[in-house]
């Protein structure tokens, strides 16, 4: 009489692996960001201190607008690939000699002063040059619980400022609170955010000047025309009254 047959497996072979969602295998590293239910790469960004853009290429998103709870993101530089806020020119003087130099080209024009921009790169760390980003009267403080920045009141219209030199990495309305929203870049260490605006004068990847006017206040997801504005330092918000000038 023949043996019984040897038992197989029930289990098939060709069963397809657990999906991990996108960088799993980053979890708790340093330099790292688990994805939170309610999270926005918007909201990830400003608290990190990062742009928007940085972070979607960092991290080679198709689409910025669809993270996933559990996605794990880059939310520091790659090594090798320290973020350098584009410098801004500035134009040069540049002198007309008194008489022409021995051997120089006879009825050479001189270089006009727009055609030679000397790059003046923004200022390191905390070495920043800083200007309130609008005139009115603070309506509210700094408050580390109820408060991230400082409410400045005024007319609907009236100027919004740059704080300091930088670079436009986001305009638009879409972190919940903040209404039509502009967020600058000064450095590797400092972002400014600028809220509840009627009018934005920006775009995004736009080099601005300290003092230039980028929006026009107003009342957008708020209550009453004001300008509520952010310092964030490495994405952490600080008290933009430790580093505006007394008034």
Do not use: C
Not at 35 to 56: A, C, F, M, N, W
Not at 98 to 121: E, F, I, L, N, R
């Amino acid at each position: 009489m023949s043996s019984p047959a040897a038992a197989t497996s029930s289990v098939p072979t060709d069963a397809p692996a657990l999906s991990q969602p996108p960088g799993f295998e980053n979890a708790g590293k340093p330099g790292y960001y688990t994805v939170k239910p309610g999270d926005t790469l918007l909201r990830i960004s400003l608290e990190h201190g990062q742009s928007t853009q940085d972070l979607t290429r960092w991290n080679q998103l198709d689409n910025p607008n669809r993270i996933e709870v559990g996605q794990v993101l880059r939310i520091i530089p790659p090594a090798g690939g320290e973020v350098v806020v584009k410098p801004i020119a500035r134009p040069q003087v540049v002198a007309t000699p008194a008489a022409s130099a021995p051997g120089a080209a006879v009825g050479a024009p001189a270089v006009p002063a727009s055609a030679a921009p000397v790059a003046k790169p923004l200022a390191p760390e905390d070495d920043l040059n800083w200007i309130w980003p609008a005139n009115g009267v603070v309506l509210a403080g700094f408050d580390d619980v109820k408060n991230k920045g400082v409410d400045i009141g005024g007319k609907a219209g009236d100027a919004v400022l740059a704080a300091a030199d930088g670079r436009v990495v986001y305009v638009g309305a879409g972190l919940r609170g903040y209404g039509n929203l502009i967020i600058l870049k000064h450095n590797n260490v400092f972002l400014t955010a600028y809220a509840h605006n009627q009018t934005l004068l920006v775009k995004e990847d736009q080099s601005v000047l300290k003092g230039q006017k980028i929006a026009e206040m107003g009342s957008s997801d708020a209550d009453r025309v004001k300008l509520h504005f952010e310092v964030r330092r490495q994405g952490k918000p600080v008290d933009p009254a430790k580093y505006l000038p007394a008034r």
